[in-house]
Nanobody, 119 residues
Framework: QRVESGGGLVQAGGSLRLSCAASGRTFSSGWFRQAPGKERELVAALSWSGGRTYYIDSVKGRFTISRDNAKNAASLQMNSLKPEDTAVYYC?????????????????WGQGTLVTVSS
């Protein structure tokens, strides 16, 4: 099970850091988001070794995914936030070492945390 923290309300241009802790051993990590009326989308992903990453184009250069393997925890640093980043963000963890690009690659999900960016 994954437990998330760090969401909230922030003005455009601001920053937030989302964190996710797990109770069991997992490997690769991902962060998804779902805005009202839209499909859930993969925002960022990180392989267990840290050697491979993925970012959706709209967040490249602004978001950074990281992972502490010793603590089995993952984070998403979000800078220069925009109103279009408003969504419920979900952390996900996989039992595979490779980068996960699809929801089906992930075995455990957080409960979601709301990020609201005001203009």
């Amino acid at each position: 099970q994954r437990v998330e923290s760090g969401g909230g309300l922030v003005q455009a241009g601001g920053s937030l850091r989302l964190s996710c802790a797990a109770s069991g051993r997992t490997f690769s990590s991902g962060w998804f988001r779902q805005a009202p009326g839209k499909e859930r989308e993969l925002v960022a992903a990180l392989s267990w070794s840290g050697g491979r990453t993925y970012y959706i184009d709209s967040v490249k250069g602004r978001f950074t995914i990281s992972r502490d393997n010793a603590k089995n925890a993952a984070s998403l640093q979000m800078n220069s936030l925009k109103p279009e980043d408003t969504a419920v963000y979900y952390c996900a963890a996989a039992l595979q070492y490779a980068l996960g690009l699809s929801p089906s690659d992930y075995d455990y999900w957080g409960q979601g945390t709301l990020v609201t960016v005001s203009s």
